[in-house]
């Protein structure tokens, strides 16, 4: 799956891991290195597990429409579905299978 970024420092940082050990701690970093590498392999958002360690899940509320992946609790790694226009299935929801372009929006904790 094609992994794009928010910003240019979003990009710059998670492309290093030093960089991620340096703003997120050492085993955040990992651990986003780890979720990252996932998401890259994945065909389509369907192929992210949305079980434990990444449980990929679609957030509601404010936030309806992004997606999350599990870091070390409490941050996620936030992203949406890059695909335009957003393929839909005849129920109304996303097709996750053809999905196959996200952009990270941030890495934080949202349950603050």
């Known amino acids: 799956m ?3 970024f928010k910003t240019a420092k979003l990009e710059k940082t998670s492309n290093s891991e030093e960089l ?6 050492a085993e955040n970093g990992r651990l986003i290195m780890r979720r990252l590498s996932v998401l890259a392999a994945a065909s389509s958002l369907a192929d992210v597990p949305s079980v434990r360690p990444e ?3 679609p957030l509601e509320g ?3 429409g992004q997606f999350a992946v599990d870091v070390k609790h409490p941050f996620r790694m936030v992203f949406e579905p890059a695909t335009d226009p957003l393929p839909q299935m005849e129920d109304g929801g996303l097709d996750l299978a053809r ?3 996200i952009r990270i929006l941030s890495i934080e ?3 603050k």
């Open 99 to 101: 999905i196959t372009s």
């Open 55 to 57: 449980r990929c899940h």
């Open 109 to 111: 904790d949202y349950h």
């Open 2 to 4: 094609e992994v794009l």
């Open 20 to 25: 991620l050990k340096r703003e997120y701690g």
């Open 62 to 64: 404010k936030r309806r």
